[in-house]
């Protein structure tokens, strides 16, 4: 069976900092890789996704980045982080459309 | 582009009561794909139910079933016989067809089960 692994599930991070989430999926290959953030509270904003190694499309021009080095492999990173990248981030795959997604367990970051 | 709308920010029901939340989407397309997500307290999105826009029944999944509207682009998510357990944020989301499978998420509705 396939499943999803996003870590670390908690970070504190200071402004100005880094930053390096992973996600990978087993049991499938060449799947759909994507990263939300979500808000304090509300929705799901789609920040990344990848259709393929190295395939990086972006949705939300930021201050983050996202990398796909191996087939299923996704990693969200920043250079220097700001107050305003504290959230919720979710990593999720899928092989078909009617499927939908399957979605890691989250990182709640929160950058002081 | 594609919106979701969900116009209840919260809702509440009584244990074993039956609940509907409401999810409207906008699309120009005719093949898409529209799902409900629960998030409870521990964050961890789980797929509820789907419907494919090119079939007419609605899906249904134990006490979950959907009321698809496709000319009214409506979505509705009605819970039977609520239980505690199904409190939650619960997101409606919509994927048109193609290679990218985005998802287009609602803002959600918080629903609140009452014993």
């Known amino acids: 069976s396939q499943t999803i692994h996003q870590w670390p599930a908690t970070l504190v991070q200071p402004v100005g900092s880094p930053l390096s989430l992973e996600c990978t999926v087993e049991g499938t290959s060449n799947p759909n890789l994507y990263w939300y953030r979500q808000a304090a509270g509300r929705g799901l904003q789609l920040l990344f996704y990848s259709v393929g190694i190295g395939q990086i499309s972006s949705e939300v021009p930021q201050n983050l980045s996202a990398s796909r080095p191996q087939d299923r492999q996704f990693i969200l990173s920043s250079k220097k982080l700001l107050l305003s990248d504290s959230g919720f981030y979710l990593c999720?795959?899928?092989?078909?459309?009617?499927?939908?997604?399957?979605f890691g367990s989250g990182t709640r970051l929160t950058v002081v | 582009a594609q919106t979701v709308t969900q116009s209840q920010p919260e809702m509440s029901v009584q244990e074993a009561e039956t609940v509907t939340l409401s999810c409207t989407y906008d699309?120009?397309?005719?093949?898409?794909?529209l799902f409900w997500y629960k998030q409870p307290p521990s964050r961890q999105m789980i797929l509820v139910i789907r419907q494919e826009a090119y079939k007419q029944q609605n899906a249904t999944e134990n006490r979950f079933s959907v009321n698809f509207q496709k000319a009214a682009k409506s979505f509705s998510l009605k819970i039977s016989d609520s239980q505690l357990g199904d409190a939650a944020m619960y997101f409606c989301?919509?994927?048109?067809?193609?290679?990218?499978?985005?998802?287009?998420f609602g803002k959600g509705t918080l629903l609140t089960v009452n014993p």
């Open positions: 999720a795959w899928t092989k078909r459309a009617n499927y939908g997604y399957t």
């Open positions: 699309t120009s397309e005719s093949d898409y794909y």
């Open positions: 989301a919509y994927s048109r067809g193609g290679s990218n499978y985005k998802l287009t």
